[in-house]
């Protein structure tokens, strides 16, 4: 990065010499090959980067703003031009909307309660796996491969089947004597159906920390052991400090990606977000509220909502990280 | 960023794992080790015994899916949900399902794949006045919400007049808007020695024709882990399809599943169970053929 600071400079002076030409000649002279090389290796770079740009500005940054703008507006899909009333929108959420409080409700407690657990059994399978258990590529692939497809409808399909009344789990169960409800159509059960989908997914976070695991130096476990440290105290002050960083980074990922999860709802509850809007995810409401209503000013301001949510959330698992993420090289 | 960049990658030497450091006999070791193998096994079978049911299920006849817990249908072996399934709505049957997904998710791979190595080359190799802040601004989209962007991606795609066509799946991939991909490909870049083009660039060749034949070629493993993951996430990708594509001709395989969903018919399920199983397949077969490079993609990056 260090590099980038003198280039800007070079620049001006580039520039600076082209408006003045005559003025030191000789200095051009030995100078300008250089110069002109920065020059033309910047217009190379916005040559490279225009694509980019322009996709920046009309398809990321121009929307985002686009979006903060409607948020303060009453816009359906279709009906005129957006008509501003300020903070409207906002004031429905919280004090007028119902469904909008139970979506939020549902979203958290799917977030709170699937990734620790997410984590936790990531965790736990990525040190079993570290112990030098012959097959290891064979494991990780395979308990990768729910990672793969779990955002897909067919699995969600699938989930849907399991675990509904005449569902495979409730086959399994009859087994013991134990008649199950359908979970999918049982308000209290239903949310958990999501959950157990999202940690069903721990491979990619698994994968991670196993990468983790494998760069922590084995002179500290081996020095731990001459000390006469136990198990647990290894596993306390090796290596959840090492891993830390790892564990932010799976922590902060996981969570961004539950806040955002939205085909298992969608296809479960058949979009409704039911039964009871106990399966209305914070993006299927959102989705119904900008492509079912068509209210695209409300979806916009729940848009911004769950985007400073997920900014805050993150800045502060970013700061508490200075309390328990540790960094090795730092002394 | 300094998170990202402490990220481990897989090439480093394994270290002799710790064992609790107290001796144990031959016989405890290899007791523990076969427990291990044990009790992994059992986590994989309950983890994946849905995904092999399905497989079994699909070749049942509809009213013998929901009864049944185990895994070969036997006797009752049949492929008409199948052909049941491929079948659809009659007028449009999963051929063009397939096709529309395997179209889309080959633009997508091909935008990716220029728009976001264009960039990195940039970012990566190249000094530009303001690189540090558009590189800030890229990390910055790294971790966006996609739903904060959809309202006013639609009002824009529908003054173009692209709603029910694929060119809102597949233009965004050619103007880089997946910043992992940059990202992810930026951090390869970095990795190659600045000797590399220093003497082409000295016989005097242009940075597309150092771009193409030197960084190109060599870039080859961070183009593979984005090719195989923009397949995968596009192939999988059900809200942006749902949002844009509204007549069943343009359907892609997830929504075409979603058909059968709408009656709720339970006499659907078994078609519905061959189509889900067709639709896995394709990102499965991908996943056989390149799964060392989506070991390390994801192991370097945290991309799932």
Known sequence: MSKVAGSPAGLEEARAESTAPSARPMSRWVRRPRLRQDASEALSAYLFLTPWLIGMVFITIGPILGSLYLSFT????????????????????????PRYL?????TLLYVGASVPALLAFALILAMVLNTGVRGLPIYRALFYVPSLLGGSVAIAVLWRQVFGGEGLLNN???????????????????????VVLNVWTFGAPMIIFLAGLRQIPSELYDAASVDGAGRVRKFL????PQLSPVMLFNAIITMIGAFQAFTGAYVISNGTGGPVDSTLFYTLYLYQSGFSYYNFGYASAMAWVLLVAIALLTALMFLSSRRWVFYGDER | MTLLSRLPGTAVPSREPSRGGRALTKEQRRFRKLLIHALLCAALVIMLYPLLWMLGASFRPSA???TAVGLWPGDDFTTENYTEGWRALGFVTFTNFFANSFLVAGLAIVGNLVSCSLAAYAFARLRFPGRRILFALMLGTLMLPYHVLIIPQYVLFSEFGWVNTFLPLVVPKFLATDAFYVFLMVQFLRTLPRELTESAKIDGAGHLRIFLQII?????PALGTTAIFTFIHTWNDFLTPLIYLNTPDKYTVPLGLRLFL???????????FAMSILSLGPVIGFFIAFQRTLVHGIATTGLK
């Open chain 1, 74 to 97: 009453s816009y359906s899909a279709g009906g005129g031009t957006p008509e501003w009333i300020g903070l409207d929108n906002f004031r429905r959420m919280f004090t007028d909307d």
């Open chain 1, 102 to 106: 139970a979506s939020v409700k549902v």
């Open chain 1, 172 to 194: 399994v169960l009859a087994w013991f004597g134990i008649e199950g409800p359908s979970y999918i159509a049982t308000p209290q059960w239903a949310p958990w159906t999501l």
């Open chain 1, 237 to 240: 002050h090796i290596t959840l």
């Open chain 2, 64 to 66: 013998r899916t929901f």
């Open chain 2, 216 to 220: 190109m070629p060599l870039a080859l």
């Open chain 2, 262 to 272: 709408d009656p709720t018919g339970e006499s659907a399920y078994g078609a519905l």
